[in-house]
């Protein structure tokens, strides 16, 4: 979740506020976090049309580690920059998640958080509405965009182990692959329908879950 800025010299600026917490957060975790996403997003130079002419679209990303935030705060957040999130070394499931399509809260398990995994990039394209293509099968495409998840199949160079065989164990997207391209994650964002006033419009929804440990919940 963001704001969408229309800046002078015809570009539309995003910026998003990212909030960690949990056992496992961190203030190097935590910028490790934001400066995949900025750069990340970022990397395209992704252009869109719009008010019929053509606008740069950059990121701006913040974040901040706050030990000690309250399910309240995160509730009561009226700021639609603000995304929070929990980082534990347990998550049921075993996988990362945020809570919805366009949202501003989710859950991260550190093992899925190493330097180059792109899963805090993957995961904020969601909050910025963005789901997974329906055609997991990218083979004979070049590197696959940023929303396609775990179990796409992709040329043998995108995979865990690229002397498997596709979609057996080893032989599906890793990843550490993962681009944000223009035409795929960029148009998608469909900033051209966001509803500006004042030059500011929301992308995103709030869904302001504040998430317990999952080591400490029955389910």
Known sequence: MGTAEIQS?????IRSHIVTYGNAADPKITEQIR???ET???APQGKIYFDKEVYIVQFSITAEYNPEITPLEVLSNDNPRNNYFRIEEFAYGNISFVDGIGCNSGYFKLENLYRGSTTAAH???HTLGLEHPSDLDFRGKGAPGIMYPRGTLVDPQYQYDPTKPAGVTGGTLHPMYRKVRQQQDIEML???RLDFSDSIAVIGEFSSVWHPDHLEISY
Do not use: A, R, S
Request: no cysteine; aromatic share 12%; charged share 30%.
């Open 9 to 13: 010299h015809k570009t539309i600026l």
């Open 40 to 42: 990340m997003w970022n």
């Open 35 to 37: 400066d995949e996403i």
């Open 123 to 125: 995961e904020y394209g």
């Open 190 to 192: 469909k900033i051209h």
